[in-house]
């Protein structure tokens, strides 16, 4: 089995925090279903399609995007007061064996009372042992980077739009 690598990404939310939040606390699977374009939501996971562009070419592949867990912590370490934490984990819809698989935290705090973070952190695995690892150090980790930055940037404006909508329908 290879080992797991790190990814790391952020993003924006142009919304309060306590509303970016909530939003997530309340539908996460919703808000991931309708960031990604997803056909079909299951119970606590839901089937979305992650993209990258390859030299202008868009490529795509269905995952299963799993919340397995939601915390909120009243003393965030190190960067606020205050932070949500949901707990993810992702494999492919099909043929999981071909591809990574990954296992993250999505942890959301706020910057300002007009901003909130969202910060993706998380170790996909690699799919394919020796053969894997290697195709993983030629471009595997820059699709996998990729694909869990454009994830970020999917959710932080769909989060964008959706809260301004709810925000003039108040």
């Keep these: 089995m290879s080992p797991a690598h790190e990814i790391h990404c952020y993003e924006y939310v142009?919304?309060?925090f306590d509303k970016v939040s909530e939003a997530l606390v309340l539908?996460?699977?919703g808000v991931f279903q309708r960031a990604t374009t997803s056909?079909?939501?299951r119970a606590s996971s839901l089937a979305a399609k992650l993209k990258v562009t390859i030299g202008g070419l868009e490529v795509g592949?269905?995952?299963?995007?799993?919340?397995v867990g939601v915390d909120q912590h009243a003393h965030a370490p190190k960067m606020a007061d205050r932070a949500t934490d949901v707990k993810l984990e992702w494999q492919a819809e099909t043929s999981a064996s071909l591809f990574p698989s990954m296992r993250a935290t999505l942890r959301?705090?706020?910057?300002?009372?007009?901003?909130t973070q969202l910060e993706l952190v998380g170790t996909y695995a690699p799919p394919g042992g020796l053969v894997g690892d290697v195709a993983d150090r030629l471009v595997g980790h820059r699709l996998a980077d990729a694909a869990a930055h454009r994830f970020l940037e999917d959710l932080a404006g769909r989060m964008n739009l959706e809260l301004s909508d709810y925000v003039a329908v108040r």
């Design 27 to 29: 539908g996460a699977v």
């Design 108 to 115: 959301v705090y706020p910057l300002s009372p007009e901003e």
């Design 61 to 67: 592949k269905n995952v299963l995007i799993k919340v």
């Design 14 to 16: 142009n919304h309060p």
């Design 39 to 41: 056909a079909a939501a």
